[in-house]
């Protein structure tokens, strides 16, 4: 079961795939049953969800824009160095505890939406995620219930813009440029996919070429070790998103460095969970995107 949330015109929508196809309802719509990130915050049955949305007519997916699974989360909590691959090509040794930052909001963007070359800098990076949805709220949660606290899954490009990431040990301004935290392009229950989403494999392509590729089971903190560290400093509530980190290939550690431009095409795809595509502009040419 997926969810995909959706614009079309100037009505919003959400729809559901059990596996032949979308169909749902507009917000104004009779049985709407509210939106997704509402209903994950709340802790709302999905399963009731998603039989409402049932009801409503065939989505093509095509003829929408889709937008983030959760465009507003109470907590982007990212995940640094979480490959061993990618912490040795950046020359840092493998960590012993999660290397943790955030995003904001306004970084988001969804499934299609052009990212906008910054005017600031050329060091333009892609770097492929799984994202995991917590769906129940949790302090002090243990390895063994985490799971339990997440509600489903979907694929993040981390986009990093590398010399403001670099100028400081933190590294807040490098990811949080407007309109470069690609998110989407559906949310997938996790009753749908393999616990933690072991034996699922991650794949990133800059036009077209593989840059990217390593089983999600290459994480060094898998998905229960992620949700039981952080539950350790601050509550975990529901609708929150942890971003669980990239693997090895990332364009800084090319010779030379592979650095997005105008004009090409990402796209990070993780098996089951689908393609989250975006390219990149110029914003003198098309404006900011914010």
Known sequence: MRFAVYVLGDRRGLAVDFGEGFRGLFRDEPGYPGDLDHLVANEVDLSDAARALQ????????????????????????????????????????????????????????????????????????????VAVIGRRGRNISRKEALGHVAGYSIFNDVTVRDYQLRTSQWTMGKNFDGTGAFGPFFVVSDALPPGCRGLHLTTRLNGRIVQHAPIADMVFDVEALVASLSDAFALSAGDVIVTGTPGGIGMSHHPPLWMKPGDVCEVEISNLGVLRNSIVDPTVTGPNT
Do not use: W
Not at 108 to 123: F, K, N, R, V, Y
């Open 55 to 130: 009801s409503g007519r065939p989505v093509s997916i095509e003829a929408v824009r889709l937008l983030p699974p959760l465009p507003n989360p109470g907590k982007i909590i990212c995940i640094g160095l979480n490959y061993v691959e990618h912490s040795a090509e950046v020359g840092i040794a493998r960590r012993e505890y999660p290397e943790v930052f955030a995003r904001f909001t306004s970084s988001l963007i969804g499934h299609e939406a052009p990212i906008a070359m910054p005017q600031q800098s050329t060091q333009l990076d892609y770097e492929g995620e799984l």
